[in-house]
């Protein structure tokens, strides 16, 4: 299985908030929050957020379930 670390950014602002470690080729649904390296993000309630306030997706308690087209993958 493939295995590549990921500049995971802001659709809205650009900033990053994720340096995450993907495994597999498939689209970004969920983060893992163990294999997640660097957490710009901002959490409120069960929303994390950009510091520009775009909900990026919401915490569960494993994973952040990641909103669809609110982040850009490098």
Known sequence: MRRRTLDIRCSECGKLIFKYVKYGDGNLVKCHKDRILKDH?????RDVKCNCGNVIGKDRPHIIKMKGHA???E
């Open 41 to 45: 993000s901002e959490k409120e309630n």
């Open 71 to 73: 982040v850009t993958v």
